[in-house]
């Protein structure tokens, strides 16, 4: 098994613009995650979803969706870049809701110009 | 905001046991507690859990009060790889955890 697989692995953006983060897990869990972490600072949890066709907010969701299609794959779009969106994102999963064993992806490096 | 409170740093000397403490008094009765440990700039580790009973596993013990409103982490043999910041959570519910701080243990030789 891959694991949690995060793409890319770095990005750059210019203020504005739109992108989306990949994530993807090739163990069959229901429950998957997106969190941000600020220099210093623990994770916060963005987005989450407990199975595939439904998703959540998490403590900070403004100016990113999400979609849940498949169980394999959560998506995290950023609708229009802004410097405060820096931060590096972690895509995690478990098997249930009760987030027992989360395993997390390596993460994605943002910087925003 | 996280539901647990951490010290911010820690130091423990290799080979001995790093005790890492966690305050969470506002737990009810159906809440776990939960570890995990991040090192360096990788995604985090789950490490332990539990509810009301005390724990051990192969990483770690886990040691929770009887009124639940604090918890211990014991790593029993501290060696320089678990160098790492070390979160205590307790979930909002059964689907939003929460990372805090943690806290910085930093395992000297």
């Known amino acids: 098994n891959a694991g949690v697989t995060q793409t890319p692995k770095f990005q750059v953006l210019k203020t504005g613009q739109s992108m989306t983060l990949q994530c993807a897990q090739d163990?069959?869990?229901?429950?998957m995650s997106w969190y941000r972490q600020d220099p210093g600072m623990g994770l916060r949890l963005i987005h989450y979803?407990?199975?595939?066709?439904?998703?959540d907010q998490g403590e900070v969701p403004n100016g990113y969706n999400v979609s849940r299609s498949t169980t394999e794959d959560f998506p995290l779009r950023l609708l229009s870049a802004a410097p405060s969106q820096t931060s590096v994102y972690f895509c995690?999963?478990?098997?249930?809701?009760?987030?027992?064993?989360?395993?997390f992806g390596p993460g994605t490096r943002l910087l925003v110009l | 905001d996280a539901k647990t409170t951490q010290p911010p740093s820690m130091d423990c000397a290799e080979g001995r046991a790093a005790n890492l403490p966690c305050n969470h008094s506002t737990i009810s009765g159906n809440e776990y507690v939960y570890w995990y440990r991040q090192i360096h700039s990788q995604g985090p580790q789950y490490i332990i859990h539990?509810?009301?009973n005390n724990e051990t596993n192969e990483m770690a013990s886990l040691i929770i009060t009887e009124d639940r409103k604090s918890s211990t982490l014991i790593l029993p043999h501290a060696t320089l790889r678990d160098t790492a910041v070390y979160y205590c959570i307790v979930p909002f519910n059964n689907n939003d955890m929460r990372f805090g701080a943690g806290t910085r243990l930093t395992v000297k030789p």
């Open positions: 995690a999963s478990s098997e249930g809701a009760r987030m027992e064993t989360q395993y």
């Open positions: 979803s407990v199975g595939a066709g439904i998703t």
């Open positions: 163990m069959n869990h229901e429950y």
């Open positions: 539990g509810l009301k």
